[in-house]
């Protein structure tokens, strides 16, 4: 049971380079979720999806994009990375439908520590 | 704007002592509150809450919720070195998404 597995999980590239973290979870969760940890802003979220072909914005979207073309998949892309992306990434799921409270837990993936030289 | 505030942000005790984390909120369409404790790594879920005044226990952990004043608490008892660690709590609302707080660093000193 693999559960939510990101990687790479760690990642050293040059500024204007682009970078792809990949995200794949098993649970056949509805809702796929990226954030970014960084010290004095706690978790932010950069993209979320509700489902396949679906997503949408978060608080800090500006500089990446996403895709979600199956359930269990949720790449994120830096399109030119730059210093200020430098940060810990954290890929999270949760059930997210049935209405059941218990659907709104997310699930986090270890992480990716992004270095942008 | 919905919000959720901890405090404090940093607590340092003894091993042995009982410490209470604080969370505050301010959401539209609540669905519930969530614990998550993070060491090195990534948050792992501690507890749910949905409904005032039932407390969830889990070991040396346990939390209430009182959505008539909008916070939760998490107490720890007879804290130990294990115990260290960023404590977060999060506010699920209608859209599923969760809105988090900064967090608490506690550490536990031998």
């Known amino acids: 049971d693999a559960g939510i597995t990101q990687s790479p999980r760690y990642k050293i590239t040059e500024t204007g380079r682009q970078v792809t973290l990949m995200c794949h979870q098993t649970w056949s969760h509805s809702y796929m979720f990226w954030y970014r940890q960084d010290l004095g802003h706690g978790l932010r979220l950069i993209y979320y999806?509700?489902?396949?072909?679906?997503?949408d914005k978060g608080e800090v979207p500006d500089g990446y994009v996403v895709s979600r073309s199956k359930t269990e998949n949720f790449p994120l892309t830096l399109e030119s990375a730059t210093r200020s992306q430098t940060s810990v990434y954290f890929c999270a799921s949760s059930e997210g439908t049935g209405g059941a409270r218990e659907a709104d837990t997310q699930y986090f993936g270890p992480g990716t520590r992004l270095t942008v030289l | 704007e919905d919000k959720v505030v901890q405090s404090p942000l940093s607590l340092v005790v003894h091993e042995g002592d009982t410490v209470t984390l604080n969370c505050s909120y301010e959401v539209t369409n609540f669905r519930s509150l969530l614990w998550y404790k993070q060491e090195k790594k990534a948050p792992t879920f501690l507890f749910m809450l949905t409904s005032s005044g039932i407390e969830k226990k889990s070991g040396r952990l346990s939390s209430i919720l009182d959505k008539k004043e909008l916070f939760s608490i998490l107490n720890i008892t007879a804290t130990q070195t294990g115990d260290s660690a960023i404590y977060l709590c999060a506010v699920a609302s209608n859209n599923y998404q969760l809105i988090w707080g900064a967090g608490t660093k506690l550490i536990i000193k031998p």
């Open positions: 999806s509700a489902a396949a072909d679906i997503t």
